[in-house]
Structure formats: structure tokens, C-alpha cells
């Protein structure tokens, strides 16, 4: 295929259609901007619209570059195109400067989707290893969350963005925070594959209207030391989704995206070498009932960011940060 006009859309809370895949661009520490952005420039040209960008990936001035060429050459038109950013958590007192830093660099004029990368100011450096604490860390706050979360309706009004998005959230802060949205979060993004399912709270955006973006979801056979462990499953390593692809004559990741897009979440699969393939996934056989519910089965509860390089002094490990039991652990003010 030389180029795939027709991806689906999905219908925002905001009013605005979003391309039913997109393109990440976390390089994992391991791929270099110049080939990260070469990479977007490639998937545009091929017919993605959604890019998936962060500040901290710091790729932004170079995925930049490549958008204003593509605009330049008349390949897209920025109406065409959806772009979401994040704001790093060491930019929460900070968001507009932050956010006019990533539309400058990306070059985009306003942004489609700008999320609270995390849902507390904790910062760790780039290219970290899994050990490192910042003694600065601390415990989520629902006051400080609304604070930064504010600053975002603010852009909304001002422009700069068109939607917010949250990221890396649990229910226990959801039902903290959504009552006091003036604007309500328009996606989440949090981590969902094939053995981590997170089906609560999927279930729990998809009855808000708030819609679910799922990162890393071939489970990120490549990602930063500091987040594989040797307890992991590799997704498209296991024998059911060997065999779904083997029916489909496609490759085990093209399976894993399929299901994501039929369960109703948006992908972002980041690819330097295969993404006209995960394009075409939106397009191509869908999986059938049974297929869906055998993957629907193989959910292992397998968190692939802990995220421990977030934790603040008096947490216990990384089991803090995501409220298993039902309550935010250590919040001052829930
Ligand atoms: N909100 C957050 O906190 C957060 C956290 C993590 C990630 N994200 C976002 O989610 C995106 C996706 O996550 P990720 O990049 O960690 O993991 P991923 O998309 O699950 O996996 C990417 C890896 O899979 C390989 N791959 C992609 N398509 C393939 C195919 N068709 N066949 C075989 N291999 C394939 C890629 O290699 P090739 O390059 O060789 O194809 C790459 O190494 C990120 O880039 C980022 O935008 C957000």
C-alpha cells in the first residue's frame, strides 16, 4: 500500500475526531530523535494523523522539524493532523510556559491534546536508572493535581489546546479529581496490553466519556532498562497470540493492535521499522468474537512502568503509586 487515506475516527468529548491509531515517539532512551522523527516524517507521509508526543521524550524540536516540512510540502494540513504533548512533572507550578514550549517546538500552532503526563510533580532525570529517588518526591495531592489541572482549562480558553488529557491515573484519583473539572479530561492515557488489561478502569473512562488511549500496547519489547524485570511476560511471545497471528497470516503485533482497536481504546505503538503495517491494522480483518475473548483471558496483571523512579521517601515501593487498595496512599487531602 502506498498510502492509507481512510483510518477510522472516534468522537471526543470535546466535539473533535481522533484518529483510531496513532504513532508514539518515545524513543525508550535507545532511539535517537533524528530517527525518531524520521520515523513520523515517514508515518505522516503513510497516513497516520495522531502523533503522540512528550516534552520529556526530548525529540519534540526534531518531530517538530519534520511536521512543519510535511506541512510545507502540502502532504497534510494542520487540521488534518491530531498532536498531543504532555507536560513533565517538573512543569506542574509552570504549564503554559511549558505547553508554549512544546508548540513551538512541534510547530503545530495549538496542540489537539495536552495531558498531565503524571499526576504528581515527582521528576526524575532522563535516561535514569530504576534506584534513583528524588528526596523533592512526594505523595499525589488532589490540591495540586486541580492546581496544574486548572492551568490546562486555562489553555483551553486561551486556545493553545483543545483538549485535556490525564495520564497514568487510578480510579481512587479519578473520583478525587472529576468532580471538580470544569472542563472534563477528554482521554486518559495509561498502560494497556494484552497482559495488562487495567479492564476496571477502562470500564470506568469508557462510562465517564473520557476516552482511553493505551500506551505501550505491544508491551514494549524495547523499553528502558530501568522498567524490565524478570517477571514479565513479553506479549506477543505467548502461544495465543502466536496462533491468532498464525490464522491471520499477520505478525503478532498487528494482533495486539487489533484487539485494542476493537476493545475500544486508541493505540499508540511506536515503530521506527514496521509502522505501515500497524497503520494498516485499523483497516485490514478484524479479529472475530472468539478471538477477542481468548485475549480477553489472558490478562496476568503485568505492569510494565512501575514507575519506582517516581516514589517519594516514606513510600514503601512501587504498589504505592497506584492505589491497589481502593484508597490514594499517603494523600494529604483526598
Ligand atoms: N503516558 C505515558 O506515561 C507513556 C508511557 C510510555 C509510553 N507512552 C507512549 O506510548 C508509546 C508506545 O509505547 P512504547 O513505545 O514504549 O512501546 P510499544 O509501542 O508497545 O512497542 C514499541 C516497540 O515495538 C516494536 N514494534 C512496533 N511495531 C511492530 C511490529 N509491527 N512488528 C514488530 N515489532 C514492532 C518497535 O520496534 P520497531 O521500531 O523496530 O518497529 C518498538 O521497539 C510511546 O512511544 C509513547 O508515545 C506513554
Not at 477528554?186 to 494497556?192: D, I, P
Amino acid at each position: 500500500m502506498e498510502r492509507l487515506d481512510s483510518v477510522p475516527v472516534l468522537r471526543l468529548n470535546n466535539g473533535y475526531d481522533i484518529p483510531c491509531i496513532g504513532i508514539g515517539t518515545f524513543g525508550s532512551d535507545r532511539v535517537e530523535p533524528d530517527d525518531v522523527s524520521q520515523a513520523v516524517a515517514g508515518a505522516i507521509r503513510f497516513g497516520y494523523r495522531l502523533i503522540d508526543c512528550a516534552a520529556c521524550y526530548q525529540n519534540e524540536k526534531q518531530i517538530g522539524a519534520v511536521i512543519r516540512e510535511a506541512l510545507d510540502e502540502g502532504v497534510v494540513t494542520r487540521p488534518e493532523l491530531f498532536i498531543m504533548s504532555k507536560v513533565w512533572n517538573d512543569r506542574h507550578r509552570d504549564v503554559e510556559a511549558a505547553c508554549r514550549e512544546s508548540i513551538a517546538d512541534l510547530q503545530c500552532d495549538y496542540l489537539d491534546m495536552y495531558f498531565i503526563h503524571w499526576p504528581f510533580p515527582n521528576y526524575h532525570a532522563p535516561h535514569c536508572d530504576g534506584d534513583s529517588r528524588n528526596p523533592d518526591s512526594k505523595p499525589f495531592s488532589v490540591e495540586e493535581f486541580m492546581d496544574t489541572y486548572r492551568q490546562c482549562e486555562a489553555l483551553v480558553k486561551a486556545g493553545l489546546i483543545r483538549g485535556i488529557g490525564i495520564s497514568n491515573m487510578t480510579i481512587p484519583k479519578l473520583n478525587a479529581v472529576l468532580g471538580l473539572c470544569e472542563i472534563k479530561p477528554a482521554a486518559c492515557e495509561l498502560e494497556m496490553h494484552p497482559c495488562f488489561q487495567q479492564q476496571e478502569q477502562f470500564d470506568y473512562l469508557v462510562r465517564e466519556g473520557i476516552q482511553p488511549v493505551g500506551y505501550m500496547p505491544l508491551g514494549s519489547p524495547r523499553r528502558p532498562e530501568r522498567d524490565i524485570f524478570d517477571e514479565d511476560i513479553a506479549d506477543m511471545q505467548l502461544p495465543e497470540i502466536r496462533a491468532i497471528a498464525g490464522a491471520h497470516q499477520c505478525h503478532p503485533a498487528i494482533v495486539c493492535l487489533k484487539w485494542a482497536m476493537q476493545r475500544g481504546q486508541i493505540p499508540i505503538p511506536f515503530s521506527v521499522h514496521n509502522y505501515r503495517a500497524n497503520l494498516e491494522a485499523a483497516v485490514t480483518e478484524p479479529l472475530t468474537d472468539e478471538e477477542m475473548q481468548v485475549i480477553a483471558g489472558l490478562e496476568k496483571n503485568n505492569r510494565l512502568v512501575k514507575g519506582q523512579v517516581f516514589l517519594w521517601p516514606s513510600a514503601r515501593d512501587w504498589h504505592d503509586l497506584w492505589d491497589e487498595d481502593g484508597v490514594i496512599v499517603d494523600c494529604p487531602d483526598a
